[in-house]
């Protein structure tokens, strides 16, 4: 899953995306709105989180042409001013979702995952495959009952492939979804990644790699 | 029956009748008396020469007078009883006609107070908007609108003033709770990241320590002032310049001062915190390399702290705005480690108008803002013969009574 994070309070903003990063997000830092949009124009979000008092362009201006735009990128406003009032409008404008400020991490990342579940409606809460079981909300994978010791980067990358349900999945792809703008697309993060992941999770193999095109399970 | 509640118009109506009443019966009565008097039957009996009446023609002449004069009282009594009748009517009449002239008088008092009665704090634009020609009523309705549109730009600046000041303390409070979250949640937190995080929440709390102090001092100066004690301009700014032209110094500005005595009076700590707030602001806005320039001094009209800095430019039109609380100029945000609230110059406008003193604020050409605020000779320290310009000022004590300038 990826996740823009436009903020213009650069301490927040990076307070936000550490602890959405940890917890196996791929997140990003725009500013101000005119560089979020700019941002949303290029990677295909699935959650933006947006900041309402942005500097150059306001928070509703971008989520009017977030909306706009269509695709399936939800909106979750963030606010200072947390009135009944605000929330309506900001909801109005368009936005799928709306927390006010001060937000507990807690929330702010249900919110994320439940926003990012209704992008993609068929997902079941809990993805299975065979006795491989993954919950996004807990972020814990097992198999045949057994916990398994995945990094969070592991975990994000069974998640959209049991997510992507049989489809092939390219390593571009994976690149988009689960890593970030820190990632470097020329290393062979994906492939060692992917190799971790086929030794945590043990025999028989899951994850077949399909010459030319990707992975798939 | 209820009586009905003694309202203008029936006031009005009762007086309308009741004056009609007594100048109706006025002009009866004195019709009645000239009528009376000259309406008599006079009896012509020639005397002398020709006095050879018969004791008989006198008596029949006698007779027919006594009979005149008793048909005389009849109609003179007739007419009595029909003009009260007419008055009667009349009364009636005229009670009826007071009663929609005084509804028609009052039709736009009664408008007034309907429209009045709706507005609240939720439609404080709407406006009486009374037309017709300009008499008492119009007048009322005018005055009336512009208390309203005092009232609803006191209001606006009110909501505004709550708005920001809820989202100044929301917003490092959020941070406040997404740096100890971080922290708390980390598995893998370590003692040093743990240091970091409260050095961090100290430095927050710090901040957050001036903004309350800057927004209780906004409020108390607004108040008016506790106490009245002389102080001198040019010494509170020798004092801050002391304390802070390191600072200054260190962002390579250059600082010229012209400090003339300017004794005025107040409370010193505001007047201090005055003078800090414009210096703080010119040396912090200002370019690399740019220069402030203090002077004090004493005029003809009570004496001044002029501040002027180089700096961006300034739109001349946003100059205004720059003393209403929690403004920037422009995009300008406020970084991480940055504790101006934009609270400086409002707090700045508070405390001069507490103080009966004027602030004029103009954006330089060249680039930066030139303040100047003016503060009254005060009375009791300068040479009272010379404190006229500015001795009504210094006389009240309440910051309202002088604020009218924006």
Known sequence: MRVLVVEDHAELAESIVRVLRRDGIAADIAEDGEEGLRRAAVVDYDVVVLDRDLPRLHGDEVCRALVARGGDTKVLMLTASGTIADRVEGLSLGADDYLPKPFAFAELLARIRALARRAQPSLPPILEHDDLQLDPGRRVATRAGERLALSPKELAVLEHLLGADGRVVSAEELLERVWDEEADPFTTTVKSTINRLRAKLGDPPVIVTVPQGGYRI | ?406
Do not use: C
């Open chain 2, 1 to 406: 029956m209820r009586l009905p509640s003694p309202t203008v118009r029936l006031r009005l109506t009762l007086l309308y009748g009741a004056l009609f009443l007594i100048s109706g019966a006025a002009l009866l009565a004195i019709t009645y008396f000239f009528f009376r008097r000259s309406s008599g039957i006079n009896l012509i009996v020639p005397n002398g020469g020709h006095s050879n009446f018969s004791r008989q023609t006198l008596e029949g002449i006698e007779s027919s007078y006594a009979g005149l004069e008793r048909a005389h009282e009849r109609s003179l009594h007739q007419l009595l009883v029909d003009s009260g009748i007419a008055l009667g009517i009349m009364t009636l009449i005229s009670i009826a006609l007071g009663w929609l002239v005084a509804g028609r008088v009052l039709r736009p008092l009664r408008t007034m107070t309907a429209t009045t009665r709706q507005i609240s704090e939720h439609n404080l634009h709407e406006r009486l908007a009374l037309p017709g020609p300009k008499d008492e009523l119009k007048d009322l309705a005018d005055t009336v609108d512009d208390l309203l549109s005092r009232l609803e730009t006191a209001f606006g600046a009110q909501q505004r003033f709550v708005a920001n000041a809820a989202h100044e303390l929301r917003t490092p409070m959020t941070l406040w709770r997404a740096l100890l979250e971080e922290t708390l949640t980390d598995p893998d937190a370590t003692i040093d990241s743990f240091r970091a995080t409260s050095r961090r929440l100290l430095a927050l709390g710090e901040e957050q320590e001036r903004l309350l102090e800057s927004l209780l001092t906004l409020a108390s100066s607004e108040r008016g002032l506790g106490r009245r004690e002389p102080f001198d301009l040019a010494v509170l700014a020798e004092a801050f310049l002391r304390d802070e032209s390191p600072e200054a110094a260190a962002l390579g500005l250059r600082i010229d001062t012209a400090l003339g005595p300017a004794r005025a009076a107040g409370d010193t700590a505001l007047a201090a915190r005055l003078v800090r707030n414009l210096l703080d602001n010119a040396v912090s806005h200002n370019v690399p390399g740019g220069a402030v320039h203090i002077r004090t001094g004493t005029g003809a009209d009570g004496t001044f702290l002029s501040v002027a800095n180089d700096g961006p430019p300034i739109p001349p039109a946003e100059v205004g705005r720059l003393f209403e609380p929690f403004q920037r100029l422009g995009t300008e945000r406020t970084g991480p480690n940055d504790d101006h609230h934009g609270l400086g110059l409002s707090i700045v406008r508070a405390i001069a108008t507490a103080h009966g003193a004027i602030v004029d604020a103009e954006a330089r050409p060249e680039g930066g803002l030139s303040v100047e605020v003016r503060f009254p000779v005060p009375r009791d320290v300068g040479k009272p013969t010379v404190a006229v310009g500015g001795s009504q000022r210094v006389g009240s004590r309440h910051s309202g009574e002088s604020r009218d300038n924006p």
